[in-house]
């Protein structure tokens, strides 16, 4: 069965960094593309960054755009998002999906980050 498995969120101070991974199991992953979503408390949630399956090509929401940086490693089914000069704002739990048809086919369970002093 198709599984998706966030991790690497944790507490961060503003300006800090972290990698979020998001292990793939179940389908063949060098096939799809794949997306990186959040959620903070009471906002809807919001697309972040697209890779394409071979990972030539990326996409970022304006609001992260030049601070994350979306990889893959297609070898270890692994999906990545490095996320540098973290704000407050960026405080959400963040998700990982399979794309199929341009929709979210399957869902991760989410990693919570959480940027405070």
């Known amino acids: 069965q198709v599984q998706l498995v966030e991790s690497g969120g944790g507490l961060v101070q503003p300006g800090g960094s972290l990698r979020l991974s998001c292990a793939a199991s179940g389908f063949i992953f060098s096939t799809y593309t794949m997306r990186w979503y959040r959620q903070a408390p009471g906002k809807e949630r919001e697309w972040v960054a697209s890779i394409s399956a071979a990972g030539s090509t990326t996409n970022y929401a304006d609001s992260v755009k030049g601070r994350f940086t979306i990889s893959r490693d297609n070898a270890k089914n692994t999906m990545y998002l490095r996320m540098n000069s973290l704000k407050p704002e960026d405080t959400a739990v963040y998700y990982c999906?399979?794309?199929?048809?341009?929709?979210?086919?399957?869902w991760g369970q989410g990693t919570q980050v959480t940027v405070s002093s």
């Open positions: 999906t399979r794309v199929l048809d341009w929709r979210n086919d399957y």
